[in-house]
């Protein structure tokens, strides 16, 4: 189980500036808009791929298998703050791969499955308990930040969408028109958000199967 302690404020995976220098955009009187096409397109990713890339405070419980590494769900990890083992805090553990989230441990961390009896004992698939509980930072410093880290083509995906829906807006696609006798009129459909063909396979690398 996961929960999410202190949420992202900003989730946006690319800046305004950026977007309005890509579109060729001069001054600053369609920047609410273009920061609204940038949350829409950013939420999209998110949803998507099935994560969050802002990095946000996380606390996870998860059980141990017996090995040496205890695989956290978020990633990159940035830091743990805690982790304890059945409510009590262990400190004998080294976060050994940030962007695969696994913390090692030498001593191995403990394993406690369900046990059945048929005909002999045996364990009883996933019935591991959830015996420790980790307290972490995972994610990426986001355009526009100081510590920037998000992977440059996960801004690319961000700015392709954005631009499209942009420019689907100015061009006035997706007319429909209906007439009544001699009577005729035109609408201007709210443009579907859909992701472009390009930008899913750019996006594919980065989805977590839940």
């Not at 600053?28 to 999209?44: R, V």
């Not at 940035?78 to 059945?86: F, R």
């Not at 996006?203 to 199967?209: A, I, K, Y």
Request: charged share 20%; hydrophobic share 40%; net charge negative.
């Amino acid at each position: 189980m996961i929960e999410v302690l202190v949420a992202a404020v900003n989730k946006k995976l690319t800046t305004v500036e950026t977007l309005r220098a890509e579109l060729g955009i001069i001054g600053t009187a369609e920047d609410a808009l273009l920061s609204k096409l940038i949350d829409q397109a950013s939420a999209m990713i998110e949803t998507y791929c099935n994560r969050c890339f802002a990095k946000q405070k996380y606390r996870e419980t998860i059980p141990g298998y017996g090995n040496v590494y205890l695989a956290l769900s978020v990633r990159p990890v940035v830091s743990v703050e805690s982790v304890k083992e059945e409510g009590r805090i262990i400190t004998d553990y080294s976060l050994d791969s940030p962007s695969s989230g696994l913390l090692y441990r030498r001593t191995g961390w403990g394993w406690n499955p369900g046990i059945a009896w048929n005909i002999t004992w045996h364990i009883m698939a996933n019935s591991e308990l959830a015996n420790y509980e980790v307290e972490y930072t995972a994610g990426y410093g986001l355009p526009g930040e100081p510590d920037r880290t998000l992977p440059a083509d996960i801004e690319r995906a961000c700015l392709e969408i954005a631009k499209t829906w942009y420019l689907e807006n100015q061009q006035g696609t997706n007319i429909q028109s209906e007439s009544l006798g001699d009577y005729s009129v035109t609408y201007a459909k709210p443009a579907e958000r859909t992701l472009p063909q390009t930008v899913l396979l750019t996006l594919d690398r980065w989805r977590v199967f839940i």
